[in-house]
């Protein structure tokens, strides 16, 4: 059993930081990937950001620059930095670790910036 947990999220205004923590537990291969999705009301679950157990990092265009995915391994932990946040930044932010050819989800953290 694979269990994940975000903490992190939060309201904020326009042009502000958040970073987001997402803790994996149980049964976890070390080779994996760990990545951060977020929702909007009535929009499709998108990429965010993901990362490799190796380093190798993924971003979605529309937070290139403003967000770094960072990960320890060691406590099987995946962080996402987001600064210069924007109104439209605003959605429910999942956590998911894939291995095996499994995805995991976390419950979500909710973002809100507020313009």
């Known amino acids: 059993q694979v269990q994940l947990v975000e903490s992190g999220g939060g309201l904020v205004q326009a042009g502000g930081s958040l970073r987001l923590s997402c803790v994996a537990s149980?049964?976890?291969?070390?080779?994996?990937?760990m990545g951060w999705y977020r929702q909007a009301p009535g929009k499709q679950r998108e990429l965010v950001a993901s990362?490799?157990?190796?380093?190798?990092?993924n971003y979605a265009d529309s937070v290139k620059g403003r967000s770094t995915i960072s990960r320890d391994n060691a406590k099987n932990t995946v962080y996402l930095q987001m600064n210069s946040l924007k109104p439209e930044d605003t959605a429910v932010y999942y956590c998911?670790?894939?291995?095996?050819?499994?995805?995991?989800w976390g419950q979500g953290t909710q973002v809100t910036v507020s313009s």
């Open positions: 998911k670790i894939a291995f095996w050819g499994n995805d995991y």
């Open positions: 149980g049964s976890i291969f070390k080779t994996n990937v």
């Open positions: 990362s490799t157990s190796g380093g190798l990092t």
